[in-house]
């Protein structure tokens, strides 16, 4: 049983676009963080959002964490082909700070 | 520079063999991980050490063996590979800042691309 749910699973589309993924659990979780891997590398940590309810914005990323602090999403304005990536929401425990990873968002922007 | 390294970048073996996969972090952090990416991309978290003792070990074939000499060093040993190891192996590392609010920001190596054939 997958912890924490991403959607969609695959998104492609044209530059200029918006777009919105989601990370949701029924789970809560003590802070949520976004990360974007590339192809032949490492994830790599975009954001961390702590307090329900929370905003963080990142040039044309907008991240949000929800009030119960169970759900976040990331929301890309105006997206570009260096947007392209995979992109994995991992939510940390109160009770061991263990990471719990959602399976990701592959995202593809085309020109 | 490099905060987190893996060698090798590649690995092609025949399967039965046993091989070995290595991890450096220079950031001085306490904790390290490894991690096996499939090909649907899933990130599933195989072991993890703090300090030299390992504290996650999921469900994972004792075939895998992780070794940690010192705290910048978590190796990982896998014998007798199956087709089905095939995979990228992520090492990571973090400092756990505990409390309210806690959070734990996992620096990730560039992986080793497993291959058995």
């Known amino acids: 049983t997958q912890l924490l749910e991403q959607s969609p699973q695959f998104l492609s589309i044209q530059e200029g676009e918006n777009l919105t993924v989601y990370c949701n659990s029924s789970?809560?979780?003590?802070?949520l963080q976004w990360y974007r891997q590339e192809p032949g590398e490492g994830p790599v940590l975009l954001v961390t959002v702590v307090t329900g309810g929370e905003v963080k914005k990142l040039k044309r990323l907008t991240f949000q964490f929800g009030d119960a602090r169970k759900d976040s999403s990331l929301h890309i304005t105006a997206a570009q082909p260096g947007d392209t990536g995979l992109y994995l929401c991992?939510?940390?425990?109160?009770?061991?700070?263990?990471?719990?990873w959602g399976a990701g968002t592959k995202l593809i922007i085309k020109p | 520079d490099t905060a987190v390294s893996q060698t090798p970048k590649y690995l092609v073996t025949q399967m039965g063999n046993d091989k070995s996969i290595k991890c450096e972090q220079n950031?001085?952090?306490?904790?390290m991980y490894w991690y096996k990416q499939d090909s649907k991309k899933f990130l599933k978290i195989m072991f993890s050490y703090n300090n030299k003792e390992l504290i996650i070990n999921e469900t994972v074939p004792n075939r895998f063996s992780p070794k940690s000499p010192d705290k910048a060093h978590l190796n990982l040993h896998i014998n007798s590979l199956e087709l089905g190891d095939s995979a990228v192996y992520f090492c990571a590392s973090s400092q756990v800042l505990r409390g309210a609010g806690g959070t734990d920001t996992q620096y990730f190596g560039p992986g080793t691309r497993l291959t058995v054939l």
């Open positions: 991992a939510g940390v425990r109160d009770s061991n700070y263990q990471l719990i």
């Open positions: 950031l001085g952090h306490d904790t």
């Open positions: 789970s809560v979780f003590s802070s």
